[in-house]
């Protein structure tokens, strides 16, 4: 048993940075890039839409907005920041200004952006600044994403009303969407490619476990 107990506990402290597996890319452009105060809408086809949160580590955020019905694809990346072509080991030294963040595909007729914000505060430390866990630094820090005032609107009131629930003040960012880099292949679907993995059985899967018990009418149905 206290073996198992230490294990458990060794489990409890990694963090993404230091189990992912890392790749340099001998093409990748580091140089800053314009940031503009006006957000960039992505079109909305067919009643699928692109949203964007960044709330610590990209595998924790991808599989959460996964097991919502209403979304169709989630995929990991990079976006706040002010240099062009981030790689994951550029990110980690937190001089890029990126955070790992997800591009949320959904059906705006089966589930709502204001819905998909809820999923978001209910899926984190919401008072933890640059970080989620053990995961700390500004590549983990929250940030939520607006593409227009509407969304931008819905965002501040939700933050306002949380902050007022709980007393305390909310670390989310909100920041007009830009750019959203997405990520080297071998971080996508993380958790679904590595469930034994020590870091997805120690924090990733009891971080979705918490979501899931918090708003189980968003779940998609499982068979």
Not at 195 to 216: C, D, G, T
């Amino acid at each position: 048993m206290k073996k198992l107990f230490a294990l458990f506990a060794l489990f409890a402290l990694l963090s993404c940075q230091n189990v992912a597996q890392t790749k340099k890319t001998s093409n990748t452009n580091h140089t800053n890039i314009e940031r503009n105060t006006e957000p960039i809408a992505v079109p909305v086809k067919d009643g699928i839409a692109r949203a964007y949160f960044a709330s610590g580590c990209f595998w924790c955020v991808e599989a959460i907005y996964e097991s919502v019905k209403g979304v169709d694809e989630v995929i990991s990346g990079y976006s706040g920041g002010h240099t062009k072509n981030p790689t994951y080991e550029a990110s980690n030294t937190g001089k890029t200004g990126h955070a790992e963040a997800v591009e949320v595909i959904y059906n705006q007729n089966l589930v709502s952006f204001e819905t998909l914000v809820d999923v978001y505060f209910a899926s984190q430390n919401v008072t933890q600044v640059n970080g989620q866990g053990n995961d700390k630094g500004s590549q983990y820090r929250s940030i939520i994403f607006y593409q227009n005032d509407k969304q931008k609107a819905i965002i501040l009131k939700k933050k306002k009303d949380l902050a007022t629930k709980l007393g305390k003040q909310i670390a989310a960012e909100v920041m007009p969407f830009q750019k959203f880099w997405i990520a080297e292949s071998y971080h996508q679907d993380y958790e679904k490619k590595h469930p034994e993995h020590p870091y997805i059985q120690a924090v990733s899967i009891p971080r979705l476990n918490r979501f899931k018990a918090k708003m189980p009418e968003v779940l998609k149905e499982t068979h």
